[in-house]
C-alpha cells in the first residue's frame, strides 16, 4: 500500500487529540508525550503556523518545546499564504522524519480542516488551484462581504455548502475557488493513515468551557498580547488574513483607542466561545474519537491510547 506517493513504512504510530480550543490538549499532549519513549508532537493549528504570532494564538513556549520536540509551529511569516495542502505537505515530512527516529507522533490541534488532511489522508492536492478566481474571491470578499459570498456558494453548489464551515472567510474562497473548478461534486475520499492511528479528544461542559476561554483571554492580555501585537502590526498589514486569529482584532482596537482593555477581553472570549461551539459541531462528526474530560487521569488516558493503537 502506498499513500501520499510513500511507502505505509515510512509512517509511525499516530495518536490524535482533538476538541475545541481552549479545552487542555496542549497540557495532555506535552504529559502523554512524555510518557510514551519516543514520541513528537506536531501541531495542527491554522494560525500556529504563522511566526513571532505567539501569545495570541497559544503556542507552546521555548521550555514546553525543549520537553518535547515540536513540529507544524512557525512555518511561514504571516503576510504569506499558506494552504491546508502546505501544511499536509509539512505535516508529512514531519511525520517521516519521525518514522525515521522510530517514534511515535501525537496530532495535537483544534483545526479540524488539518487533522483530517494528515489523519484521515484528505487529497487536498487533487482539489485543484486556481489562482486568478482566488484572487477575484479576496477582493469581493473585502469589497462585499462574507454573506455575499456565502449567498453564491449556497446557490452555486448547495452539497460544498452543507460541508464548508460558513463561518470562516478562508473556508468559503477555497470552497468557492474548488467549486470554480469542479462544480458542486464532493472532495476526493478520504485515502486513510497507513499506520496505527487513534483519535481520542477533550470536551467540557459547555458553561465551564466558556469559563476557560475568558480566563485563557485574560491571560493572553496579561501576558504581552499589546506588544506582541503592536510588534506585528509596525511589520505587517493588520488586514492580512492570519490575524483573524482571535485577540489581535481586539488588541489592534485597543491600541488604536477604539476599545477598552476590559472590552477586549470581552469580546475576545466572545468571539472565541462561538468559534469553539462551531469546532464542536465539526468533531461531532469524526468518528471513532474516544472523548476525555480534561480532569481525566493521565495513566487512564494513556492505558486507553496504547491500547486501541496497539503501542502497548
Not at 79 to 101: K, V
Not at 224 to 250: I, K, N, V
Request: overall charge neutral; glycine content about 8%.
Amino acid at each position: 500500500m502506498r499513500w501520499w506517493g510513500r511507502s505505509t513504512t515510512e509512517f509511525p504510530p499516530l495518536i490524535v487529540i482533538c476538541g475545541a480550543t481552549a479545552t487542555g490538549k496542549t497540557r495532555l499532549s506535552l504529559a502523554l508525550a512524555q510518557s510514551i519513549p519516543g514520541a513528537e508532537i506536531i501541531s495542527a493549528d491554522s494560525r500556529q503556523v504563522y511566526r513571532a504570532m505567539d501569545i495570541g494564538t497559544a503556542k507552546v513556549s521555548a521550555e514546553q518545546r525543549a520537553l518535547v520536540p515540536h513540529h507544524g509551529l512557525d512555518l511561514a511569516d504571516p503576510d504569506e499564504t499558506f494552504t491546508a495542502a502546505d501544511y499536509q505537505q509539512a505535516a508529512t515530512s514531519a511525520l517521516t522524519a519521525i518514522a525515521a527516529r522510530g517514534g511515535t507522533a501525537l496530532l495535537v490541534g483544534g483545526t479540524g480542516l488539518y487533522l483530517r488532511a494528515v489523519a484521515r489522508g484528505m487529497a487536498l492536492s487533487d482539489t485543484g488551484q486556481d489562482t486568478v478566481a482566488r484572487a477575484d474571491l479576496e477582493r469581493r470578499l473585502a469589497g462585499e462581504g462574507l454573506h455575499v459570498l456565502v449567498a453564491q456558494l449556497r446557490s452555486a453548489a448547495p452539497g460544498v455548502a452543507a460541508q464548508t464551515d460558513l463561518a470562516n472567510p478562508r473556508r468559503v474562497v477555497r470552497a468557492l475557488e474548488r467549486v470554480s473548478l469542479h462544480g458542486d461534486a464532493p472532495p476526493p475520499a478520504p485515502r486513510g493513515y497507513p499506520a496505527q492511528s487513534v483519535w481520542i479528544g477533550l470536551q467540557l461542559e459547555p458553561a465551564v468551557h466558556r469559563g476557560w476561554i475568558s480566563s485563557r483571554a485574560r491571560a493572553q492580555f496579561a501576558s504581552g498580547l499589546l506588544d506582541e501585537a503592536a510588534a506585528l502590526r509596525s511589520r505587517y498589514d493588520a488586514a492580512l488574513p492570519a490575524f483573524t486569529a482571535f485577540g489581535y482584532h481586539e488588541a489592534f482596537a485597543v491600541l488604536d483607542g477604539v476599545l477598552s482593555l476590559e472590552q477586549a477581553i470581552e469580546r475576545d472570549a466572545t468571539r472565541t466561545w462561538q468559534f469553539a461551539r462551531r469546532q464542536r459541531t465539526w468533531f461531532r462528526s469524526e468518528p471513532d474519537v474516544k472523548w476525555f474530560d480534561p480532569a481525566a487521569r493521565l495513566e487512564d488516558v494513556r492505558d486507553y491510547v496504547l491500547r486501541v493503537s496497539g503501542l502497548g
